[in-house]
């Protein structure tokens, strides 16, 4: 039962073809405030299977990935008389697209769902993989389930609405594809201006997403239920992740992907100085970072703290180590690398000092 | 990733020989009021595993196979730092199994659990077949999960703390289960006394059900999703439900398994009037089903009201007909039978006359 996955920008045929194909089943659409609002009219008003669809609608953002918007849902679901047979088109971002899917993978022991995400990031992360869930008692996505959509439509139609640090964060997931990859994908998208480019060449930037997708598809599919290899996707997030709850601490948050392109800047260094890692390649990937990103505004007060949120990672089953995904070389990546407290410092000086 | 089932009224030792094969993971066990008070002490001076384990106790009763204590033993777990090799143990009937067979398989997107049904309902029916869930909204089983247990460890042990009408109530299902399969296992069980043999032969008992839970596995195992050779499980089952639908809207609910056995034999009434199904052994099985269960109080004035109900089970995708499961003899099953009203009210005139 593999999902399908749908690249065009031509959204509103792919839509009502899927719904053919899926037996014209009764359906409902989840879309959150701000999906509502800039997308739906446009589907609802040119796409058929729209036109009968129950909408139900979620308030936006992390925060209301929980259990109240789930109970919400469910009860739409079940008032609305949806069967076994109904499908759930979740139309926004990773936080619908997840909470959508574990509403869907739940009701009545499992029902079909379809993801569209509007989102760069929903498209290039949250709707491959399976993963869908909830934040619970103030943990991110502490309950959920692996279950896969009948199908994702991905087109980059929706993005013109985004902020430009929106579409930033999702590139940088693209940009640790590329770097899992090959030297060919990354040169392609260290050539791309995410900002700028992304208005005018929309076809372009889907080809873009599609080879990223499928390098992430690939992954998690020789690894399902992620023992091995698809932890490689952890490469930039342990420190990334440190940056971002430490720029949290301090009231002064950064958005997911900025934390994850400064993380994945620092463990190439890191990769550099363990297992010598091109130097050029790490410097343009460092300049191409610094240039759309800017730099994490790092002190050397700050490592003792950051250090210890690295400890802290879910990742790390033994508390006195620091487990990295780390490069040999671009496309060959190794899970379950350590490194000394001494190692990352060093690490981070370089950063600093770049 | 079958699930493993353990017959054997060696409990302690089974138990501490299946978490050591797990890996001597971190143990939870669940528990409702009523085993927490008469099962859960036994084992927890007998068993290694039990004796750090951490308890998460739930209220008793289907009422409470809700969303709140769903909640509350995510929350217990999340405290309890449970992580993803963590195991749960559910020690109950079969509300304790679903519920806590649903908390696992959404709790950090799925842990592994054991069963230990302490019911015969449990042991025969809950504990196969990997339906895991809650009642919402006021639906039965509206919201779950099909999520396999790592092993379910069966045994009589806790059975004498039953009462009669539990044991009769679970004893309707393995009759089912006979009829779905041979002359001769259906004559093994109608030559058997659960209520008088049950306390001294219980080594006996746990054939008769390793046989019946073996019939449900092989129907379940030939179709995981329930899409066509499961549904000949639902055998007496549009029937019983409709009597038992009746019974608790007239102020004077039925156990389950009660109106399963009536609704077995209504059932076998219509198979032999559409199906020639043959008329001694309808007869055998009615008489004993009169003998432990008596009949149900059916008037001529109940039918209508009765056929309402039939066609609002929602097994009916289609409310003009009824369906049925219904069999042309011991062992030969027939899925999505339908009958007319006429049929239908013969066969339930023939059992008002038996």
């Not at 076994?84 to 869907?104: E, H, K, Q």
């Not at 309950?143 to 896969?148: N, P, V, Y």
Request: glycine share 8%.
């Amino acid at each position: 039962m593999a999902q399908k996955l749908i690249f065009t920008n031509l959204v509103i045929e792919a839509v009502d073809s899927l719904v053919a194909d899926l037996g014209s089943p009764r359906v409902f659409v989840l879309v959150d405030m701000n999906t509502a609002h800039f997308v739906l009219p446009i589907l609802k008003s040119q796409c058929k299977s729209f036109a009968d669809a129950t909408v139900i609608t979620t308030l936006a953002g992390d925060s209301n990935k929980n259990v109240d918007s789930l109970q919400k849902i469910w009860k739409e679901l079940s008032q609305g008389e949806a069967t076994r047979n109904s499908v759930i088109i979740n139309l926004g971002g990773g936080m619908v697209t997840d909470l959508g899917g574990f509403a869907a993978a739940t009701f009545k022991r499992g029902i079909r769902f379809v993801n569209i995400p509007t989102t760069l990031l929903g498209a290039v992360d949250a709707a491959v993989g399976g993963k869908t869930g909830i934040n619970f008692n103030g943990l991110k996505n502490e309950i959920g389930a692996f279950s896969e959509a009948e199908a994702v439509i991905i087109s980059t139609l929706f993005f013109n609405t985004l902020p430009q640090q929106q579409l930033l964060s999702g590139y940088a997931e693209m940009l640790k594809h590329g770097l899992l990859d090959s030297d060919k994908t990354l040169a392609d998208l260290l050539r791309y201006d995410i900002v700028t480019e992304s208005a005018g060449s929309s076809d372009r930037l889907l080809r873009l997403i599609e080879e990223s997708v499928n390098i992430k598809k690939n992954t998690v599919e020789s690894d399902p239920t992620e023992k091995g290899l698809r932890r490689t996707l952890n490469l930039g997030h342990t420190i990334g992740h440190a940056f971002e709850s430490f720029a949290m601490a301090h009231q002064s948050p950064v958005p997911h992907g900025y934390a994850v392109a400064w993380g994945l800047v620092v463990e190439l260094i890191l990769s550099r100085l363990k297992m010598d890692f091109p130097a050029e390649t790490m410097q343009q990937f460092a300049a191409y970072v610094k240039e759309n990103y800017g730099k994490f505004p790092l002190q050397c007060k700050d490592y003792p703290e950051l250090i210890a949120l690295m400890r802290h990672d879910k990742k790390n089953a033994v508390a006195s180590e620091i487990n990295f995904t780390l490069l040999s070389a671009v496309g060959s990546p190794h899970i379950d690398c350590t490194a000394t407290e001494k190692e990352i410092i060093a690490a981070l000086d370089l950063y600093q000092d770049m």
